[in-house]
């Protein structure tokens, strides 16, 4: 008897493995109901139970076992110090492999995590190219050198861009889903989008340890309200590293706190066992496909190996738990199960394995002599190669036409959104409150919201509410929504509805909107617009209305921040932001919304204004400021004061952050000799000490003075008005510094 039918007659183990709400479900489908409710005791296949085609079964073994080995191999070579880091799916083999039979490549969508070697094997990718992964190489297809070995992502074959962070991608395959969805309600986006099929899925992957996160619940709730095609599978193998389910999760089993989501089809099985695990993923796949709403699939695995080659789980697993685990591998248990049932003999199975040996060994000789990416890449992708925002493509600056009444920031906005969306199926905009109405049938008896601001008023009754909605309070959820529809080539422009509201957007806006097209070397990107209103001198803001802190926003490569001062500047900025391909995100200060001094008559809508171009918008000889948003007026209040005083300021309006007009600066510095850099950010660590630093340093034999800072003081911004003012730079401060700067 050989190893593996020893390791079959084993009594496997007595975790639940079973379906809730399930049988109903099933019945409408004509299928026939999951495994019971009631835990089971897991007993050998009986000889008289219908096995699938043999082939098929070959076929799973051959991709279980190759998953294997080739994390096997990895592990070697990390020995040798000839890769730099491991992570491992072993114990995950059956129920990826079972979930690559039953989804297809280049049709269906992939979101996976690192344990999903197996299925990325089943759905086509090589052993090579997960080996050229770990070597790091530049035609590694995952990420071309740049990314950890298992950090899957495939674009011929629909698997996008996976990171470190742990269920980021949940929210974008919500996303990728919904974009399928919204594509069926939108007509005119048959000519400007392909590659929608009417019955495709999104696969999302994550281990227990994810269901922690928040963007686990808030991906649930959005799948579940929409009813979108996505196939949850939870890979539980007990541990998040060292720390047990049983702490991560009320109960130790989330399955159970997910069950009363609405049309989710809910699947609990053993994935260690390939047949229960495809007939599992058969089932929540055509319920899927068949647009009864999303599928939550909890299998249960084993974790034979330690976390990654970064970890020792002796330090926190006792020898008898692995020896229990151990018994319950899945490659070891199916093969036994294969010559038990006579689909192929000892023999065979052992020419199978000696071959898959064989082709990893050559992979791997292949991917250790195979290039890796010169050094002069490294900045390649950090923005599109392709559309280049700071061109004279985008520059119409010189030759607008106005025309009509004079409107504030806010309505010159709105003109803006609403004449891209006519010329656009593909914009989407959503946020919270963004709507007219969200309950329809009371948008012709009320005035409508659209917006705190009122900025995207009227645009859902004029588009309709498949492309203009509203969406639930969480921001996370906004944008990791609409970095998975860009990807499916949509063009959200979303709302944060407030600055100081952006934080919990944050992990999605820096490890993955900004990130994405680098870390897949342009496999993949994300274009859209991230509108925030910004700043204070509203009295009444206080701590969590009126913060200004770009800075955070402008260190992060791949993205772009742009913040207008005025009404036109506003209306031609947004348009580049919204037809170039780069994420953006752009600033819209609160208190020059309705200003009466920014207006300005309305742009014809071919109105743009290039990123990278500031404005000068005031001449002089003494000294320069350089300013954007609300200080732009402020300086401007400043200057006039002290012309009276017979000192000429020169004023530049930066209008972009990133990129910035280095040129225009170089310039005003070179004529005056003496500059202010004036802004609401704070001093220290702010916006204004990159361009203080860079002027010293490239500069400084034009200086005639040390550069000066005008700025918001290191503090918060308080409630009180006489606090407010204090804290934020007036146009009294930048009078103070030009009169100092002058005498210096």
Same mark, same amino acid.
């Given at each position: 008897?050989?190893?593996?039918?020893?390791?079959? @007659?084993?009594? /496997?183990?007595?975790?639940?493995?079973?379906?809730?709400?399930?049988?109903?479900?099933?019945?409408?489908? +004509?299928?026939?109901?999951?495994?019971?409710?009631?835990?089971?005791?897991?007993?050998?296949?009986?000889?008289?139970?219908?096995?699938?085609?043999?082939?098929?079964?070959?076929?799973?073994?051959?991709?279980?076992?190759?998953?294997?080995?080739?994390?096997?191999?990895?592990?070697?070579?990390?020995?040798?110090?000839?890769?730099?880091?491991?992570?491992?799916?072993?114990?995950?083999?059956?129920?990826?492999?079972?979930?690559?039979?039953?989804?297809?490549?280049? !049709?269906?969508?992939?979101?996976?995590?690192? @344990?999903?070697?197996?299925?990325?094997?089943?759905?086509?990718?090589?052993?090579?190219?997960?080996?050229?992964?770990?070597?790091?190489?530049?035609?590694?297809? =995952?990420?071309?050198?740049?990314?950890?070995?298992?950090?899957?992502?495939?674009?011929?074959?629909?698997?996008?861009?996976?990171?470190?962070?742990?269920?980021?991608?949940?929210?974008?395959?919500?996303?990728?889903?919904?974009?399928?969805?919204?594509?069926?309600?939108?007509?005119?986006?048959?000519?400007?989008?392909?590659?929608?099929?009417?019955?495709?899925?999104? !696969?999302?992957?994550?281990?227990?340890?994810?269901?922690?996160?928040?963007?686990?619940?808030?991906?649930?709730?959005?799948?579940?309200?929409?009813?979108?095609?996505?196939?949850?599978?939870?890979?539980?193998?007990?541990?998040?590293?060292?720390?047990?389910?049983?702490?991560?999760?009320?109960? +130790?089993?989330?399955?159970?706190?997910?069950?009363?989501?609405?049309?989710?089809?809910?699947?609990?099985?053993?994935?260690?066992? $390939?047949?229960?695990?495809?007939?599992?993923?058969?089932?929540?796949?055509?319920?899927?496909?068949?647009?009864?709403?999303?599928?939550?699939?909890?299998?249960?695995?084993?974790?034979?190996?330690?976390?990654?080659?970064?970890?020792?789980?002796?330090?926190?697993?006792?020898?008898? #738990?692995?020896?229990?685990?151990?018994?319950?591998?899945?490659?070891?248990?199916?093969?036994?199960?294969?010559?038990?049932?006579?689909?192929?003999?000892?023999?065979?199975?052992?020419?199978?394995?000696?071959?898959?040996?064989?082709?990893?060994?050559?992979?791997?000789?292949?991917?250790?002599?195979?290039?890796?990416?010169?050094?002069?890449?490294?900045?390649?992708?950090?923005?599109?190669?392709?559309?280049?925002?700071?061109?004279?493509?985008?520059?119409?600056?010189? /030759?607008?036409?106005?025309?009509?009444?004079?409107?504030?920031?806010?309505?010159?906005? =709105?003109?803006?959104?609403?004449?891209?969306?006519?010329?656009?199926?593909?914009?989407?905009?959503?946020?919270?409150?963004?709507?007219?109405?969200?309950? #329809?049938?009371?948008?012709?008896?009320?005035?409508?919201? +659209?917006?705190?601001?009122?900025?995207?008023?009227?645009?859902?009754?004029? !588009?309709?509410?498949?492309?203009?909605?509203?969406?639930?309070?969480?921001?996370? =959820?906004?944008?990791?929504?609409?970095? +998975?529809?860009?990807?499916?080539?949509?063009?959200?422009?979303?709302?944060?509805?407030?600055?100081?509201?952006?934080?919990?957007?944050?992990?999605?806006?820096?490890?993955?909107?900004?990130?994405?097209?680098?870390?897949?070397?342009?496999?993949?990107?994300? $274009?859209?617009?991230?509108?925030?209103?910004?700043?204070?001198?509203?009295?009444?803001?206080?701590?969590?209305?009126?913060?200004?802190?770009?800075?955070?926003?402008?260190?992060?490569?791949?993205? /772009?921040?742009?913040? $207008?001062?005025?009404?036109?500047?506003?209306?031609?900025?947004?348009?580049?932001?919204? @037809?170039?391909?780069? $994420?953006?995100?752009?600033?819209?200060?609160?208190?020059?919304?309705?200003?009466?001094?920014?207006?300005?008559?309305?742009?014809?809508?071919?109105?743009?204004?290039?990123?990278?171009?500031?404005?000068?918008?005031?001449?002089?000889?003494?000294?320069?400021?350089?300013?954007?948003?609300?200080?732009?007026?402020?300086?401007?209040?400043?200057?006039?004061?002290?012309?009276?005083?017979?000192?000429?300021?020169?004023?530049?309006?930066?209008?972009?952050?990133?990129?910035?007009?280095?040129?225009?600066?170089?310039?005003?510095?070179?004529?005056?000799?003496?500059?202010?850099?004036?802004?609401?950010?704070?001093?220290?660590?702010?916006?204004?000490?990159?361009?203080?630093?860079?002027?010293?340093?490239?500069?400084?034999?034009?200086?005639?003075?040390?550069?000066?800072?005008?700025?918001?003081?290191?503090?918060?911004?308080?409630?009180?008005?006489?606090?407010?003012?204090?804290?934020?730079?007036?146009?009294?401060?930048?009078?103070?510094?030009?009169?100092?700067?002058?005498?210096?």
């Amino acid at each position: 008897m050989s190893n593996d039918t020893k390791v079959l @007659r084993l009594v /496997r183990k007595t975790e639940s493995s079973s379906t809730t709400e399930a049988p109903e479900r099933e019945a409408e489908m +004509g299928m026939a109901p999951g495994p019971s409710s009631v835990p089971v005791t897991f007993v050998p296949r009986q000889a008289t139970d219908a096995l699938p085609d043999h082939n098929l079964l070959l076929e799973m073994y051959r991709t279980m076992y190759l998953s294997r080995r080739l994390d096997d191999k990895e592990i070697q070579l990390k020995g040798q110090n000839r890769i730099f880091f491991q992570i491992s799916g072993a114990g995950h083999e059956a129920i990826l492999t079972a979930a690559g039979v039953v989804l297809k490549p280049a !049709y269906d969508w992939f979101y996976p995590y690192y @344990r999903d070697r197996a299925l990325c094997l089943q759905l086509g990718m090589t052993p090579l190219e997960q080996l050229l992964s770990a070597v790091g190489a530049e035609a590694d297809p =995952n990420s071309h050198g740049r990314q950890m070995p298992s950090h899957w992502g495939h674009s011929k074959l629909n698997i996008v861009s996976q990171s470190s962070p742990t269920g980021t991608q949940l929210l974008q395959a919500v996303g990728c889903a919904e974009a399928s969805y919204r594509y069926q309600l939108i007509p005119e986006l048959q000519k400007r989008i392909s590659g929608f099929k009417n019955d495709e899925v999104t !696969y999302v992957s994550l281990g227990d340890g994810t269901t922690s996160e928040g963007e686990f619940w808030e991906a649930l709730n959005t799948a579940s309200n929409l009813k979108l095609p996505v196939l949850f599978l939870l890979e539980d193998n007990g541990y998040a590293i060292s720390v047990p389910v049983e702490v991560q999760t009320a109960g +130790g089993d989330v399955s159970r706190l997910v069950e009363n989501f609405p049309s989710l089809y809910l699947q609990r099985c053993d994935g260690t066992d $390939p047949i229960e695990s495809l007939e599992t993923m058969r089932r929540a796949v055509e319920y899927c496909r068949r647009r009864k709403g999303p599928a939550f699939v909890h299998a249960k695995v084993i974790r034979p190996y330690s976390h990654s080659l970064s970890d020792d789980e002796k330090l926190y697993r006792p020898d008898e #738990e692995r020896a229990s685990e151990a018994e319950r591998d899945p490659v070891k248990r199916f093969g036994a199960l294969l010559i038990e049932e006579g689909v192929i003999d000892q023999e065979g199975l052992q020419k199978i394995k000696d071959e898959i040996d064989r082709e990893v060994n050559e992979a791997a000789d292949i991917a250790l002599s195979s290039a890796q990416p010169p050094k002069e890449t490294a900045t390649r992708f950090v923005y599109s190669p392709d559309v280049d925002p700071t061109s004279k493509e985008f520059d119409t600056e010189d /030759r607008v036409q106005l025309s009509g009444n004079a409107g504030t920031m806010v309505d010159l906005i =709105n003109r803006c959104l609403e004449t891209e969306m006519a010329r656009d199926p593909r914009i989407v905009v959503f946020g919270e409150d963004v709507a007219d109405c969200s309950r #329809e049938q009371y948008l012709e008896s009320v005035k409508g919201k +659209g917006g705190v601001f009122k900025v995207t008023a009227n645009l859902q009754r004029k !588009y309709g509410s498949a492309r203009v909605f509203n969406s639930p309070l969480a921001e996370a =959820n906004i944008v990791g929504r609409a970095i +998975g529809m860009a990807t499916r080539g949509f063009k959200p422009v979303v709302e944060i509805q407030f600055f100081d509201y952006i934080w919990p957007a944050m992990h999605q806006i820096r490890n993955e909107l900004a990130l994405i097209r680098w870390r897949s070397g342009n496999e993949w990107k994300a $274009p859209l617009v991230i509108r925030v209103p910004v700043g204070g001198y509203l009295k009444g803001g206080a701590v969590y209305h009126s913060q200004s802190g770009v800075s955070t926003f402008t260190q992060i490569p791949g993205l /772009r921040v742009i913040y $207008p001062s005025n009404a036109l500047d506003a209306n031609g900025l947004l348009r580049t932001a919204i @037809r170039c391909d780069d $994420p953006v995100l752009f600033l819209e200060h609160k208190h020059l919304y309705r200003q009466a001094y920014n207006k300005s008559q309305y742009p014809t809508d071919d109105f743009m204004i290039p990123f990278g171009k500031a404005k000068k918008v005031r001449e002089g000889k003494d000294l320069s400021i350089i300013t954007y948003g609300a200080l732009v007026q402020r300086s401007l209040v400043a200057a006039k004061q002290m012309e009276q005083e017979g000192i000429s300021v020169e004023i530049i309006d930066l209008r972009s952050l990133v990129p910035y007009d280095w040129d225009a600066i170089t310039e005003t510095v070179k004529k005056t000799n003496k500059v202010i850099v004036a802004h609401e950010d704070s001093l220290s660590f702010g916006y204004g000490a990159e361009i203080a630093a860079r002027i010293s340093d490239e500069l400084f034999e034009y200086l005639d003075a040390p550069v000066k800072r005008v700025c918001a003081l290191d503090t918060f911004v308080a409630y009180a008005p006489q606090l407010e003012d204090a804290i934020l730079p007036q146009a009294s401060d930048v009078a103070k510094a030009i009169a100092e700067l002058k005498s210096y």
